[in-house]
């Protein structure tokens, strides 16, 4: 099985690949703007994708501004135009730009997208210190869910599915994981790896029957 991973250079995009990697079966084609593929290029995304086939495509690429990046007084009232738009380029469009040339040069497939549990609710303004998180963050990401259901119904020889991941432990304070976990029925953050199961599962001929769906992983948050 060959597997296309985008964002491969990313948190969860090496996670997987160091976790499916360990399957001798899966070959895995990383793409990553820090490996010199811009997914935002238009034609050379037609370029690469005529140039490569595979079984199946995980898209974790997109700009995340992380709790680290966050700064206490950033507010959505002075956020930039620019960032903003940037945001839906790259966590929209180009998405829909892979998965579309993907789609054209293979006769069937899987591919795995991934929203955000910040595509269903607001991020909580408390959790970052009175700053606000990217606007464009959610809207993007709900794009992704809306986008996964569209291509499911106009591809139907593909199965494509789409991820919703909660917060994923990776560097932040303790005060911001103790207030994360606050009221989440599995009170914690998530570990990078648990992410994996569900991708194998994905990729498995078990989720043949799975398509244009969106599988949570969040800890409980959307129950909330």
């Known amino acids: 099985m060959k597997v296309i991973v985008t964002g491969s250079c990313g948190i969860v995009g090496k996670q997987i690949i160091r976790d499916l990697k360990k399957n001798a079966n899966i070959k895995i084609i990383e793409l990553d703007i820090k490996l010199g593929h811009d997914l935002t290029n238009e034609k050379q995304v037609i370029k690469i994708f005529k140039k490569i086939s595979a079984d199946s495509l995980i898209n974790c690429f997109a700009i995340n501004d992380h709790i680290t990046n966050i700064q206490e007084k950033k507010n959505f009232l002075n956020y930039s135009l620019e960032k903003f738009s940037n945001t839906l380029n790259v966590n929209v ?79 932040q304070s303790k005060s911001f994981k103790t207030m994360y976990a606050k009221d989440l029925p599995i009170a914690r953050m998530m570990e990078k790896n648990e992410i994996s199961g569900l991708i194998k599962f994905l990729l498995s001929k078990d989720s043949a029957y799975c398509t244009g769906s969106e599988f949570f992983i969040d800890g409980g948050w959307n129950a909330r």
């Not at 892979?98 to 408390?126: A, D, K, Q, T």
């Not at 959790?127 to 106009?154: C, E, R």
Request: net charge positive; hydrophobic share 35%; charged share 15%.
């Open 93 to 171: 469009t180009a998405l829909f730009s892979v998965c579309r040339e993907f789609i054209r040069n293979n006769s069937r497939g899987r591919i795995i997208n991934f929203s955000s549990i910040y595509g269903y609710r607001s991020p909580r303004p408390s959790l970052y210190k009175g700053g606000h998180k990217n606007p464009a963050y959610g809207a993007s990401k709900a794009a992704v869910s809306n986008l996964t259901k569209y291509l499911a119904i106009h591809a139907p020889n593909f199965n494509i599915n789409c991820i919703v991941p909660g917060g994923i432990s990776n560097k």
